[in-house]
């Protein structure tokens, strides 16, 4: 059973800064993708940044040049650089993850139980 496990959220001021983290644990053979989503209230849920095992990332357009997305593949473990925060960005954050967890399986999604960011202005 694979599980994924954030940390990092919290309360900050409007300009300020935060990290987040997602360790995946359990049976995987290959993490394709690691990624970021994220949903606020009375709203669906939506991408904030993806990184695959080769490094490539892609960003929605509110993230660009204030977030970062990294990942060490030795840890299973992705990470979110949130600068120059605003309210808008409060939401409840879940980390994703694209794995297969046998040699000849399929990929499946995982999520992780989010973890929630609060920007005051």
């Known amino acids: 059973q694979v599980r994924l496990v954030e940390s990092g959220g919290g309360l900050v001021q409007a300009g300020g800064s935060l990290r987040l983290s997602c360790t995946a644990s359990?049976?995987?053979?290959?993490?394709?993708?690691m990624g970021w989503y994220r949903q606020a209230p009375g709203k669906e849920r939506e991408l904030v940044a993806t990184?695959?095992?080769?490094?490539?990332?892609n960003y929605a357009d509110s993230a660009k040049g204030r977030f970062t997305i990294s990942r060490d593949n030795a840890k299973n473990t992705v990470y979110l650089q949130m600068n120059s925060l605003k309210p808008e960005d409060t939401a409840v954050y879940y980390c994703?993850?694209?794995?297969?967890?046998?040699?000849?399986?399929?990929?499946?999604?995982?999520w992780g139980q989010g973890t929630q960011v609060t920007v005051s202005s």
């Open positions: 994703h993850m694209v794995a297969t967890t046998s040699s000849t399986g399929p990929s499946f999604n995982f």
């Open positions: 359990g049976i995987i053979v290959r993490s394709n993708a």
């Open positions: 990184i695959i095992t080769g490094g490539s990332t």
